[in-house]
């Protein structure tokens, strides 16, 4: 027990006076969370669109005050199509619509109407976004329209445009979907981001600095002068974990209270269900750690591995920027391999919907599980011994 | 205060002294460890006993299997073959026990840089369960022996290499153990601190504990009790340092009267001879080992008078002789044109990093043809005044001229002139002996038919045929070395700058390389060098002793002995006479202070 007691205290005090330690524990996790709070936004607000106007009837004009009123575009008229071309070439534009000359006669004769919608392929989702927004825009003058009862647009006439967008004619008048997003109602990404960016820093702490700070010891001889002593291999591998695992949950607590209280995401969960969703976690973040680190004896090569099979894992392949469901099912069934994976998830169900402890207790099962795994590994592979 | 006898328990003493003579506290029995991937065994074969009371030297140069036979004695690596037996107990097997019984300071004495002196003393005495007043006494105890009591609070990496080392032996002390195991405990720290650590350790061995020291340093090896030498992991003697010497009683001369500027003609010529084994230059001397049954050759100049046989010259003895005195190498460069002018010239050098000095104000002249070497301990800022040499740091303030060439502006005109041979003969590991030779040729601006033939000759002069494909960070040690020279030279440089050129090497590899330096100085190449090898040192024209970052004292090596030679040390080596100037060199800082 001195011994274990020993290790420790050299350990926190080793934390303490290293300044990488600290910048990993607390100066990175405010950087990241900076970076997800403010930098990274993964909603579409204000797609930039040109509108061609090619002639002015009041109708036309009706339909751009429209499009001008949506809060999902940033409209900018002209007058020619080759001067939005140049636009779109160019970045300016996410696309543009053009209204052709002849518009309104045609819609007034109750012949087919049609506007026509360009939008850059180079980023498909930006464009997607372009012609979903275009066509809810005119489906709404079209309402507009209807309602106003206009004399000059006849029920014929907004019925072509109808059929031009592929819906059954009164469609907007009779049925109505009314949205409402239940735990994250305003659609902020930065909501489950910051949960999910909790996760990889505990997974730097928990393996990058565990795998740097062992083979720190084996690069200046220390772990030889350790191991030459009576200390057991257990009291060793104790005396690595129990320090890191309180250096990460000091940086769970930072990275709460920054996410809460600076960023206003919400919390709902309790902060039992936290803690030990976060030990479980920590528990493999740490094994795979300290199984990295006695496969890779110098800091560059446990770097190198922990970077690639727990950092990237954790960015890439835990859902917390890349949806699960999405990806490839070979790629799919390996995200079950990693802990980063339930941790998001359970830490995004705790941020935004609160104790569902089913979720949450599977969430810890399957860390618990992997965990185990490092830790028998790691027990099998560590002996006191440089050439085993 | 010598080191309390008594503070060791009682049963350490048991049975330690029998009608038969010392109890054995180690026994190593026809051990052998290969590493896999390895190409030859670390050890092969080895016997070996260490007996409690003595100071056991383990010696041989790097890659001799030194650390690896230590680590097998402490039971953190286990053998193919044979057996290790500490007190009593398995170390395969009771390595437990065996922890319990022993020191053991590794290489960089294992000491966490980031905890003060005290904490580290606290944590290694958890360790070993030293508590209560018994901690407290041993602690006074062991700060006081090691004079350490002054920086108690001060962290381990903020000390001097010889506090560390002091502190490392410390901890090691810290359980009492009857076994002590130092692996090369005085690499790369001063003299002075070699000198009080040897010291310390031989009053351990009076309270009756055992004491292996590994080196590399085979002047370590003659005050040892009992030596164990190996060579590539090949145990080639077993006994006293006495009965070594003896292989070579009678045969050690030296030439006194050699013209100073002819000495290294004279070696040159004496090792072609058919009565000579091996000879090196000291001082203004030559010195030589004449094969079994020879005699002395005839001598131009001067006379032979018989020297006392040294460690090195036995363990050249055992390894078959030395190399020759032919460099093939000098003799396929051309002589360099003769000039008064100094060929390497520095004024005021200094360089500061932030507030420290690492270099003051050291000012020297290199003629061409000279061999100047910088001497000092780790950390004195030899390495520093050499890379400004070399045009690798800017200066301070202060200048450095190669050829005339002021290093701060023309720095690739000035290169082109330079060879360099940076510390552990910085090759790249990953390409073949081959692409070094052809990069590094390259790099000095060699190509076509030039530089084929003169990585051919490299080739054949050096021995790499066999080596050519084998990447540059596998090859053995000595052959390094050899690959590191022939890329510095291939391009015929008028100066030569060798940082710790022989760090490790075999003696047979360091004899070769200073043949072919000391070819190439009688061409008019002009050398510079810096050392720790106090006998390397002597081969050196002149030699500025450095320390603290500056050059304490400029001269032939006689000279510098000159300058240290009292009544009571009337024959000073180089060490001594550096020992003495530093002291002096503290005295007159502390009288100024």
Redesign the interface.
Known sequence: M??L???I??ES??IV??PSAILIAFILPIILLFIFGYGVNLDTNRVRVGLVLEEYTAQTNALAATLRGSKFLAVTQGHDRREMQAALTSGALRGFLVVPKGFTAQTAAGGSAAIQVIADGSEPNIASFVQNYAKAVTALWLAQQTMGGNDATPQTGAGNLHQLLAQPPNSTATIQAKSRFWYNPELKSRNFLLPGSIAIVMTLIGTLLTALVVAREWE???M????????TITQLLLGKLIPYFFLALSSMAVCFLAAVFWYDVPFRGSFLALLAVTSVFLLAALGQGLLISSLAKDQFLAAQVALISAFLPAFMLSGFIFEISAMPTPIRTLTFAFAARYFVSALQTLFLVGNVWPLLLSCMGAMGGIALVFFLITARKSV????A | MPFAPESFPQDTAQGLVTAAGPAPLVVVQGLCKQ?PGGAAPALQGIDATVFAGRMTGLVGPDGAGKTTLL?LM?????GNAGSVTVAGHNAATQ??AI??V?G????????????TVL?NL???A????V?GKARQERFQQLLHFTDLERFQKR?AGKLSGGMKQKLGLA??LL?NPRLLLLDEPSVGVDPISRRELWGMVRELLDGGMGVVWSTAYLDEAEKCDTVILLNQGVKLYDGPPKSLLQSVAGRVFQARGVQEHDRRRVLTHLLQQESVMDGVIQGRYVRVTLREGATTPPLEHGEWVAAAPCFEDAFINALGGGPGGRSRLAESMEVKPVTDQAVIKAQDLTKCFGNFVAVKDNTFRIARGEIFGLLGPNGAGKSTTFKMMCGLLQPTHGKAFVMGLDLKTATSAARSRIGYMAQKFSLYGQLNVLQNLKFFSGLYGLGGRLQKERIDLMVSIFDLHAYLGMNAGVLPLGFKQRLALACSVMHHPDVLFLDEPTSGVDPITRREFWTHINGMVEKGVTVMVTTHFMDEAEYCDRIGFIYRGENIATGSPDDLKAMARTAAMPEPTLEDAFITLVERSDAAREGAA
Do not use: S
């Open positions: 001195r011994r007691w020993a290790l205290r050299k005090l080793q006076r290293d200046r001889g220390t030889e002068a350790l191991m030459a002593t009576p200390v006191k011994r440089l050439d | 590493f680590r402490v039971g953190l690596m286990h390595a437990e922890h319990e022993t053991y300071m590794p290489q960089k004495f294992g000491l966490y840089e980031d905890l904490e606290t944590l290694y958890d360790l070993r369960h508590v962290l901890c090691a359980g």
